[in-house]
């Protein structure tokens, strides 16, 4: 079957690093997506891995380890802004559909 | 760059009213497209994907259905709405390495 899993919840305050982890077990791998969400918004592309290690982008990094199905968001420097839900998801197939993680919500705290 | 729009913004329907979504690309062509629904709380799922013209494949057996009348637009139809099918709508478009939403529809069955 295909399943992805995330935290339900975290809690970060301003200004720290915040870790949000992701495993996934599909029949198919062609590549792991992490998204932003804001509440009432459409969820906006964060990165996109495909081979193992590290892609960093700014504040945003992202990790990916195919051997282990296992994915982390890393997000430094935390703003208030950055409270929002981050959505892990995984192309699993030939026709590059999206299979979702249920998602994280972070709250960034003062 | 693409954009992808998306209209209506928010609609409101009786139970057992038809519903007519679109949504249209600009700025790619022969785009993979793909109609997602986020019910409260949830995580997104697939509804159907289309990877050209008049070629639409179905996710979850449910009473909407899609067409691609042209190369960049997407229409999700349902003859008769049910309670059920209130959400979120969203359209997106993807390649093999990048997946991007529009702003999406919020659908309130009453």
Redesign the interface.
């Known amino acids: 079957g295909q399943n992805i899993d995330q935290p339900t919840e975290m809690t970060a305050t301003e200004g720290a690093i915040v870790q949000i982890n992701c495993t996934y077990q599909t029949s198919g791998f ?2 792991l ?1 992490w ?1 932003q969400q804001h509440a ?6 964060l990165s ?1 891995n ?1 081979l193992d290690g590290l892609e960093e982008k700014g504040r945003f990094s992202s990790f990916l380890s195919r051997s282990k199905g296992y994915s982390y968001l890393l997000l430094k420097e935390l703003q208030m802004k950055d409270s929002a839900s981050y ?1 892990c ?1 995984v ?1 699993g197939g030939a ?9 994280t919500l972070l709250a960034v705290q003062p | 760059s693409q954009t992808i729009h998306q209209w209506p913004a928010t609609l409101v329907q009786p139970v057992g009213s038809p519903l007519s979504l679109e949504c249209t690309v600009e700025g790619t062509s022969n785009p993979n497209l793909y109609w997602y629904r986020q019910a409260a709380g949830r995580g997104l799922q697939l509804l159907f994907y289309s990877v050209g013209i008049g070629q639409i494949s179905s996710e979850v057996p449910q009473n909407l259905s899609a067409s691609r009348p042209q190369d960049r637009q997407f229409i999700l139809s349902s003859k008769k709405l049910l309670l059920s099918d209130s959400g979120f709508y969203l359209c997106a478009w993807g390649t093999a390495y990048e997946q991007y939403f529009g702003p999406g529809t919020r659908l309130t069955v009453t």
């Open positions: 062609n590549g997506f998204y009432g918004e459409a969820p906006t592309f996109y495909v959505l998801a192309d026709t590059n559909k999206l299979i979702f993680g249920t998602g």
